[in-house]
């Protein structure tokens, strides 16, 4: 199940970016998948605040400067994704109507087909995880991963199998590349 949770505020300086930064780092620990979209539409920062160097972001994507999922960058040391506004841009505020539909059609796009591959064909036989209590043993089988540890991950410690994931993830990535 997908959340949307939006940090605003009308005044400058109380913490907005701070807030959604340890937010963002506090649910990825968690083994949470999270975007941090910075829509601030005059001072953007998360990505300074980041240290992510200049880069594809949403006012490039809402000129039409590269899809919308193209300006979205891995923040690794973090475990999330980041996808940064742009500081001192008027664009953010002008942002054209047809312009938005579109971005929001190639989003919904996007979504849609990363659903499809998630759920795949729903044949049965193609195993998620399996538990072996005898062994003290969980596998994982999308990512063909056994861990000797079934009760510490019965216990809520995740961090081996998010680690896996997110190595997974990465390799999947560079070779879309």
């Not at 620990?29 to 160097?53: E, I, M, S, T």
């Not at 539909?101 to 049965?124: F, I, P, W, Y």
Request: charged residues 25%.
């Amino acid at each position: 199940m997908s959340h949307i949770v939006a940090i605003a505020s009308g005044k400058g300086g109380v913490g907005k970016t701070w807030l959604a930064i340890s937010l963002s780092h506090a649910l990825a620990r968690r083994g949470r998948r999270v975007l941090l979209f910075d829509g601030d539409l005059g001072l953007a920062n998360v990505d300074v605040q980041l240290g992510l160097g200049p880069g594809p972001d949403l006012a490039g994507a809402l000129v039409g400067r590269g899809a919308l999922a193209q300006a979205v960058r891995a923040v690794e040391a973090c475990g999330f994704d980041v996808l940064p506004g742009r500081s001192g841009s008027g664009q953010l505020a002008r942002i054209d109507g047809a312009v938005l539909d579109r971005m929001l059609a190639e989003q919904e796009a996007a979504r849609s087909r990363d659903r499809r591959a998630m759920v795949g064909t729903g044949d049965r036989s193609a195993k998620i995880r399996t538990y072996n209590f005898p062994q003290n043993r969980v596998t994982y089988h999308r990512i063909n991963l056994s861990l000797h540890q079934l009760d510490d991950v019965l216990e809520g410690e995740l961090d081996p199998l998010v680690e896996a994931l997110r190595r997974q993830s990465r390799e999947e990535r560079a070779g879309d590349a």
